[in-house]
């Protein structure tokens, strides 16, 4: 393997990565999107990029929730859990994972469009908005 062809290889897998700082703007805008949230969390693998409180317990309540939806040999792409306190999601696309914590009657289907849009956004190297679009261009 040429070493151009490897600095290529290795540009592209980092582009996919997203960054602490590009999570946490993500979770930020998240919650701007969805005023009823009361915390969130997004994870890669089984690893915090960002989180409103602890990181630990996020990601140990985060894992306990999707191991409970997931199924054999198949995991939930989403979950969505309903209590008289609030309601929980978890969503994964890809290699992340956002969970929200929401007050109750949240409308379900735009709460995960929501949540499914911040993680393609990261993905892709974070949320843009209208203005910074526009400059773009």
């Known amino acids: 393997m040429s070493q151009e062809t490897r600095a290529r290889d290795t540009v592209a897998i980092l582009a996919h990565v997203p960054d602490r700082q590009l999570a946490a703007y993500s979770l930020d805008h998240l919650m701007e999107l969805s005023p009823e949230m009361r915390g969130g969390a997004i994870l ?4 915090v990029l960002a989180a ?3 990181e630990a317990e996020w990601c140990d309540s ?3 929730l999707l191991a409970a939806a997931d199924t054999d040999g198949g995991l939930a792409e989403q ?3 309903a209590t008289e306190a609030g309601e929980v ?6 290699n992340l994972t956002a969970v929200a914590v929401t007050e109750r009657f949240v409308l379900a ?3 995960a469009f929501d ?3 911040t993680l393609r956004d990261l993905a892709a ?4 908005t209208d203005g910074a679009a526009a400059e773009a261009n």
């Open 62 to 64: 985060a894992a306990a």
């Open 89 to 94: 999601f978890a969503l994964r696309e890809g």
């Open 44 to 47: 890669e693998g089984r690893e």
């Open 52 to 54: 409103t409180g602890d």
């Open 115 to 117: 949540m499914r849009a």
């Open 109 to 111: 289907s735009l709460m």
């Open 125 to 128: 190297g974070g949320p843009t």
């Open 79 to 81: 979950v969505h859990v």
